[in-house]
């Protein structure tokens, strides 16, 4: 019996970008790949995606454009990050919709239900959630805890550049060392910094696991953590 039976897969909009493109089909490609393995295994899957790669609302901000324009405009960016994979999955036959946080029209994308969204999850379709919360103000973070609450998600699984949570930056400093799990408290009192403390206040209220993993290496590593294999960091 497994684990887990509804997923959702928090994915930085950093992770879709290339040097030469701020979205690189090879690792539109390698997306889909991993979505199908894991749709093979029986399990229901959501989707957050970022907008990093092409508007980041706090570095605008830091340029001296208005916050909430700032975070309406990195809103959108996930929007078109959200159609790039959406457009993909349909090319490897993988069903899917995209959901906003936000009404959008001209069939752009449909507008958030969370009856609706498990629904679809519940055939197998592939839900796509962007622009956050709908609202300004909130990281991407806490728009993927709330969208995984709502959908009644099992875990949260964000993939990082990382292969887990360390002690310190283990790109600076060797000598970091990965931890297994951790517990919420414990994740918020050494401010690891992994998601902001309202994400990880609402997963412990709500009994929603967070698994921290490396996606975009060699290895399906996803697919290795559902089968059972104990890789990344849970935090329970």
């Known amino acids: 019996m497994r684990k887990y039976h509804r997923i959702l897969l928090k994915l930085s909009g950093e992770a879709l970008a290339s040097e030469n493109n701020s979205i690189e ?26 907008g990093g790669n092409i508007f980041r609302g706090k570095a605008l901000v830091q340029k001296g454009i208005n916050r909430v324009t700032g975070d309406h405009m990195g809103m959108l960016a996930t929007v078109i990050n959200a159609l790039a994979l959406a457009d993909n999955f349909s090319k490897h036959q993988i069903k899917n919709v995209v959901m906003s946080g936000f009404a959008i029209g001209g069939g752009v994308c449909e507008e958030f239900n969370h009856t609706r969204a498990k629904h679809l999850l519940s055939q197998k379709t592939v839900t796509i959630f962007s622009a956050g919360t709908g609202s300004p103000c909130f990281t991407t973070d806490t728009g993927a805890t709330l969208r995984a609450i709502e959908i009644g998600a099992d875990a949260v699984f964000k993939a990082t550049k990382v292969d887990g949570v360390y002690s310190s930056d283990p790109l600076k400093n060797p000598q970091a060392s990965r931890y297994k799990s951790l517990s919420f408290d414990e994740a918020i009192s050494k401010n690891l910094q992994i998601m902001d403390t309202a994400a990880f206040a609402m997963c412990r209220e709500n009994g929603v696991e967070i698994c921290v993993f490396s996606m975009l290496d060699d290895n399906n590593t996803l697919l290795e953590i559902l089968n059972g294999k104990p890789l990344g960091t849970i935090i329970s």
């Open 25 to 50: 089909p090879k690792t539109l490609d390698k997306v889909a790949e991993i979505v199908k393995s894991v749709l093979d295994l029986d399990i229901e899957i959501a989707i957050v995606i970022g």
